[in-house]
T-cell receptor, first 114, second 115 residues
Framework: DTEVTQTPKHLVMGMTNKKSLKCEQH?????MYWYKQKAKKPPELMFV???????INESVPSRFSPECPNSSLLNLHLHALQPEDSALYLC?????????????FGEGSRLTVL | DQQVKQNSPSLSVQEGRISILNCDYT??????FLWYKKYPAEGPTFLIS?????DKNEDGRFTVFLNKSAKHLSLHIVPSQPGDSAVYFC??????????????FGKGTLLTVNP
């Protein structure tokens, strides 16, 4: 099983809503990532979790709140978002946070904030 | 400041010919490079990688060349097939010394292979 699965695939929310994006992998990877990708731009790193602990926060606004309940799951809680937060949110995993090895990406959750 | 640059937003080639996608980087700490392929409505898929200790890595139809002195890498696809039509992202990371595995992506090049 070499998949990273993300739900939901599409999400539309208002600026006052609270929602969550979910990511799951069963490859035994110990590092998981959230990336944000706007149209015609490269993926931008938001957060890195290593062994279920937050390792990197790329100065992401607090309206994005990551959570890693266990080694297979990664959530991104969304609250009071702005329309400019509309983007494709990609989850990824890798064996560890250090060393070489590929990142496995999910298909992404396309978020629209009205 | 873009540390990984893909200066060609798009490239069109004929089926069966060679596709060459280019990538330049500015951060001399980068020592590991990857190419990802992305179809619409899908996440990026790993294609091929190269460590800075090598100057070439080959996997089937895909070959990546690294020129460290020029801070340049390229992806060659031979022969190109219509199914190769996708956006190709170059990515780089500084992994030496146990650094955090943080990929920096280029903006991508849209490859179209015409039948």
């Amino acid at each position: 099983d070499t998949e990273v699965t993300q739900t939901p695939k599409h999400l539309v929310m208002g600026m006052t809503n609270k929602k969550s994006l979910k990511c799951e992998q069963h490859m035994g990877h110990r590092a998981m990532y959230w990336y944000k990708q706007k149209a015609k731009k490269p993926p931008e790193l938001m957060f890195v979790y290593s062994y279920e602990k937050l390792s990197i926060n790329e100065s992401v606004p607090s309206r994005f709140s990551p959570e890693c309940p266990n080694s297979s799951l990664l959530n991104l809680h969304l609250h009071a978002l702005q329309p400019e937060d509309s983007a494709l949110y990609l989850c990824a995993s890798s064996q560890t946070e250090t060393g070489t090895g590929e990142l496995f990406f999910g298909e992404g959750s396309r978020l629209t904030v009205l | 400041d873009q540390q990984v640059k893909q200066n060609s937003p798009s490239l069109s080639v004929q089926e069966g010919r060679i596709s060459i996608l280019n990538c330049d980087y500015t951060n001399s700490m980068f020592d590991y490079f990857l190419w990802y392929k992305k179809y619409p409505a899908e996440g990026p898929t790993f294609l091929i990688s190269i460590s800075s200790i090598k100057d070439k890595n080959e996997d089937g139809r895909f070959t990546v060349f690294l020129n460290k002195s020029a801070k340049h890498l390229s992806l060659h696809i031979v022969p190109s097939q219509p199914g190769d039509s996708a956006v190709y992202f170059c990515a780089a990371s500084a992994v030496g010394g146990g650094s955090n595995y943080k990929l920096t992506f280029g903006k991508g090049t849209l490859l179209t292979v015409n039948p």
